[in-house]
T-cell receptor
Framework: DGGITQSPKYLFRKEGQNVTLSCEQN?????MYWYRQDPGQGLRLIYY???????QKGDIAEGYSVSREKKESFPLTVTSAQKNPTAFYLC???????????FGPGTRLTVT | AQSVSQHNHHVILSEAASLELGCNYS??????LFWYVQYPGQHLQLLLK??????LVKGIKGFEAEFIKSKFSFNLRKPSVQWSDTAEYFC?????????????FGKGNQVVVIP
């Protein structure tokens, strides 16, 4: 069954702790993306990766880090430097040379 | 940078009413246009897309959208909504200044259909 999995669905952390959000895909798509969704703000791009071992900052990369060691996986780390980390995080993928993106179910992160 | 405008963030309407959501974008160099929908508790999913051809495109669940090149618009419509259309709707347009297949998303329209 092809798709994108994000785990966990809900995540709670204390302020000052780093936390890593998982994104795995078996669609064999080259590109992967991380977005942050806040009410009334739409989707804002954090990081994206076109190929393994390469990634670029999006519009709001400060306080986040990523890695792309495997085609299937694109984990996002929310560091303690992120001033307002509580949000809904969405992972997406796309085929090479295609703008159409496919989304995972999301992880809701709450930092207190 | 590409910007995508969606007005009237909150829309409340009764079943059987008609729905139209506006989408305007700033850069007209591409015709890859998308509407995504996020039903409560579900994944963000593609509602419809336009790449070329007939500017009136039809998507799932009776939705349609019209591409008007001269107006940089891609408005979403449904003639008669149902309670199950309650969702958040996002317009997305390629961000050519960045390349690499990036999309720019609008801020979304939260649509609530009252039975």
């Amino acid at each position: 069954d092809g798709g994108i999995t994000q785990s966990p669905k809900y995540l709670f952390r204390k302020e000052g702790q780093n936390v890593t959000l998982s994104c795995e895909q078996n669609l064999n798509h080259d590109a992967m993306y991380w977005y942050r969704q806040d009410p009334g703000q739409g989707l804002r791009l954090i990081y994206y990766s076109q190929i393994v071992n390469d990634f670029q900052k999006g519009d709001i990369a400060e306080g986040y880090s990523v890695s792309r060691e495997k085609k299937e996986s694109f984990p996002l780390t929310v560091t303690s430097a992120q001033k307002n980390p509580t949000a809904f995080y969405l992972c997406a993928t796309s085929r090479d040379n295609s703008y159409e993106q496919y989304f995972g179910p999301g992880t809701r992160l709450t930092v207190t | 940078a590409q910007s995508v405008s969606q007005h009237n963030h909150h829309v409340i309407l009764s079943e059987a009413a008609s729905l139209e959501l506006g989408c305007n974008y700033s850069y007209g160099g591409t015709v890859n246009l998308f509407w995504y929908v996020q039903y409560p508790g579900q994944h963000l999913q593609l509602l419809l897309k336009y790449f070329s051809g007939d500017p009136l495109v039809k998507g799932i669940k009776g939705f349609e959208a019209e591409f008007i090149k001269s107006k940089f618009s891609f408005n979403l419509r449904k003639p008669s909504v149902q309670w199950s259309d309650t969702a958040e709707y996002f317009c997305a347009v390629p961000s050519p200044y960045y390349g690499n297949n990036r999309l720019a998303f609008g801020k979304g329209n939260q649509v609530v259909v009252i039975p």
